[in-house]
């Protein structure tokens, strides 16, 4: 009488239906996955057909079918086990109302197709939905030991699933061969731009303030940047075309590549956001700006930036690592006049980086520096000389209003606040990136998260554009060095 409540669910298991390994060996079960909540804590009643030979598991909240040991429930109070009109068996278990249950239903042969009923009784109204979780993506790792990626998004996270395996270039998906070309493309401009950069500011007459020399070096890192990128792509996409690399260059790749293109991705944004800070030095003390002074000032930077930048990125290279991946995947092949269903596993090696919650916020406030903060550094200096200039001119030239010189200031200067925004603009997408949750589908939007990634490394390709062109005596400094170089060649 006190198992008020009645439900009866009936469906099979077959060649279609979800596969995953319960053993944790090379034995794998059709399954499927039913969400079981109750509104009262009680006892409940499941009850099966005797001659059935399924295998039921109950899991708490989550069922990973990567790690089937993952909140299995293996000691829930049971309290009787009993055969019903003989052809029934029956279990009665406690269950809570605050714990949403998995019912996995299996068989116990591997491979085996099985139609299966299950009766429910209880004292009060519950649920028995069956439903396809796909969020394995959320988790990487061999079987039976995976672990849930963390926070942000890398290239290995983007491209890992895009890469065929055991393929060369030709034959790999058009997202990867454009990629590809791309890398190449952005690799050429950049050695353009830098060497462009690199022959404005060794010039001496550029380097008369320590700005010169930010730049200068500014010209070395943006390039370091995207040869750094360039490898890193084609080291994701190499070692995952082939089998055959050894695992020691795996791990080196793994836990050193990443670093050093943050670390030079970082020192090149820093050096202009410096360059930023010393313009507005300038502005605000004006004929007392040390020239010989900002230059030792400069010198002591550029060489103390990198310091700080890898030691706050020490954390990396520990928290990378390579994770060996298998996955299986269900192929139907044609024997005779038989349908043949096989079972394919293949295996991945990826370099996944997993945070404790701990490292994961100070990763996230390390990221938040290193993103916006060159980029405010460089928007409140433009701003401040805009105003500071302004003021300067309307205290030298008061017959005029002080709008109308800080709109001939902004028309002077507006490009020092342009530079910075459209760096922001370009930057934003590596920001998104790097705070998605880890359990982001790449695979339904991969093209989408390629040219985000490779979009936020133009600034790196455009230090040229962006510092050199739109200054008048930058580009005067470089068709002076230009002409010089090639009448030192023609001679």
Same mark, same amino acid.
Not at 148 to 171: A, C, Q, Y
Not at 183 to 195: E, F, H, K, N, P
Not at 422 to 433: A, C, D, F, K
């Given at each position: 009488?006190s198992?008020?409540t009645?439900?009866?669910y009936?469906?099979e298991?077959?060649?279609?239906s979800?596969v ?7 034995? +794998?079960?059709y399954?499927?996955?039913?969400r ?10 499941f009850?099966?057909?005797k ?28 309290i $009787? ?10 279990e ?8 949403t +249950?998995?019912?996995v239903? /299996?068989?116990?042969q ?7 009923s299950?009766a429910?009784?209880?004292p009060?109204?519950? /649920? ?10 959320c988790?990487?790792?061999?079987l039976?030991n ?11 996270d983007?491209?890992r ?7 060369s ?14 890398t ?7 050695v353009?731009?830098?060497?462009c ?10 380097? =008369? ?12 890192t ?7 990128f360039?490898?890193?792509? &084609?080291?994701v996409?190499?070692t995952?075309?082939s ?22 991705f +970082? &020192?090149?944004? &820093? ?20 020239k010989e ?15 700080l930048?890898?030691g706050s ?7 990378r690592?390579?994770?060996?991946h298998?996955?299986?995947e269900?192929t139907?092949n044609?024997?005779?006049i ?12 990826w370099?996944? =980086?997993t945070?404790p919650?701990s490292?994961?916020? $100070? ?6 520096i290193?993103l916006?903060?060159p980029?405010? /550094? ?10 500071? *200039? ?11 209003? $002080?709008?109308k010189?800080?709109?001939?200031q &902004? ?9 910075? @925004?459209?760096l922001? @603009?370009? *930057?934003?997408p ?18 989408l998260?390629?040219?985000a +990634?490779?979009?936020?490394? /133009?600034p ?10 739109p ?6 400094t470089?068709?002076q060095?230009?002409f010089?170089?090639?009448?030192r060649?023609r001679?």
């Amino acid at each position: 009488a006190s198992l008020a409540t009645y439900l009866k669910y009936s469906s099979e298991l077959t060649t279609d239906s979800q596969v995953y390994n319960n053993l944790c060996d090379r034995s +794998y079960f059709y399954y499927e996955t039913l969400r079981l909540t109750v509104s009262t804590d009680g006892y409940y009643v499941f009850s099966t057909i005797k001659h059935q030979k399924e295998h039921m598991y109950f899991y708490k909240n989550h069922f990973n079918p990567l790690d089937p040991r993952q909140n299995l429930l293996l000691f829930m109070e049971t309290i $009787y086990f009993c055969d019903f009109w003989n052809h029934e068996v029956a279990e009665t278990y406690k269950l809570q109302s605050h714990i949403t +249950y998995i019912l996995v239903v /299996t068989t116990n042969q591997p491979l085996t197709t099985q139609a299966f009923s299950i009766a429910l009784y209880g004292p009060t109204n519950f /649920t028995l939905q069956r439903f396809i979780d796909n969020s394995t993506y959320c988790y990487v790792g061999g079987l039976c030991n995976t672990q849930v990626k963390g926070i942000g998004l890398t290239l290995d996270d983007i491209l890992r699933l895009e890469v065929n395996r055991n393929m060369s270039i030709h034959d790999q998906r058009l997202s990867i061969k454009i990629s590809g070309v791309l890398t190449v493309v952005m690799l050429i401009v950049s050695v353009v731009s830098s060497l462009c950069t690199f022959l404005t500011f060794q010039n001496q007459k550029s380097r =008369t303030v320590g700005c010169g020399l930010y730049f200068l070096t500014s010209s070395v890192t943006s390039f370091l940047t995207i040869t750094m990128f360039t490898i890193k792509f &084609w080291f994701v996409v190499g070692t995952q075309m082939s089998p055959f690399v050894r695992q020691s260059v795996l791990q080196a790749g793994c836990k050193s590549i990443e670093c050093l293109l943050k670390l030079f991705f +970082y &020192w090149d944004a &820093w050096l202009s956001a410096c360059a930023a800070v010393e313009r507005s030095a300038s502005v605000y003390k004006g004929v007392r700006f040390d020239k010989e002074k900002s230059k030792r000032f400069a010198r002591w930077i550029i060489f103390a930036l990198p310091v700080l930048i890898m030691g706050s990125l020490v954390h990396e290279p520990i928290y990378r690592q390579i994770s060996n991946h298998e996955t299986m995947e269900k192929t139907k092949n044609d024997v005779g006049i038989i349908l043949k269903t096989e079972i394919v596993t293949h295996s991945y090696v990826w370099c996944v =980086t997993t945070y404790p919650q701990s490292v994961q916020n $100070y990763n996230t406030i390390i990221l938040f520096i290193h993103l916006l903060g060159p980029f405010l /550094t460089n928007l409140f200096s433009s701003v401040f000389i805009i105003i500071a *200039s302004a003021r300067r001119r309307a205290e030298a030239q008061n017959r005029q209003p $002080y709008r109308k010189h800080l709109r001939e200031q &902004w028309s002077e200067h507006k490009q020092l606040v342009i530079s910075p @925004l459209l760096l922001l @603009l370009l *930057s934003t997408p590596r920001l998104v990136i790097s705070l998605l949750s880890g359990c982001t589908d790449v695979s339904r939007y991969a093209w989408l998260y390629i040219s985000a +990634y490779f979009i936020s490394f /133009t600034p790196s390709i455009l230090i040229f554009v962006v510092f050199v062109l739109p200054s008048t005596s930058y580009r005067s400094t470089f068709k002076q060095s230009l002409f010089r170089l090639c009448k030192r060649s023609r001679s």
